[in-house]
């Protein structure tokens, strides 16, 4: 079984960045396809970048392009999301999740508990 924790979340004004973390457990990180996906309030979660297991692949939301940059370091289990010129709309629950690379959240089988990012204006 993998666990997931998510952290760096914070309040930042609008056009400044933030480094997310997910930090997995379990010898088998690297044979995983890793996500991040984000919760408005009142909304779904959604799709915001993904990265393969290698890391050799990556895809982005259309909202996010340009400005956030999804990693991983398999050596230290973790994943990162930096994001940078943030915007008042990226505001929500962050989730980290690990599974087969998709923009789907049911291609994901394990999920952290969130961590809270709020950009003001």
């Known amino acids: 079984q993998v666990q997931l924790v998510e952290s760096g979340g914070g309040l930042v004004q609008a056009g400044g960045s933030l480094r997310l973390s997910c930090a997995a457990s379990g010898r088998t990180f690297s044979t995983y396809s890793m996500a991040w996906f984000r919760q408005g309030p009142g909304k779904e979660r959604e799709f915001v970048a993904t990265?393969?297991?290698?890391?050799?692949?990556?895809a982005y939301a259309d909202s996010v392009k340009g400005r956030f940059t999804i990693s991983r370091d398999n050596a230290k289990n973790t994943v990162y999301l930096q994001m940078n010129s943030l915007k008042p709309e990226d505001t929500a629950v962050y989730y980290c999740g690990a599974g087969t690379y998709s923009r789907s959240r049911y291609s994901y089988n394990y999920w952290g508990q969130g961590t809270q990012v709020t950009v003001s204006s």
């Open positions: 990265s393969s297991a290698s890391g050799g692949n990556t």
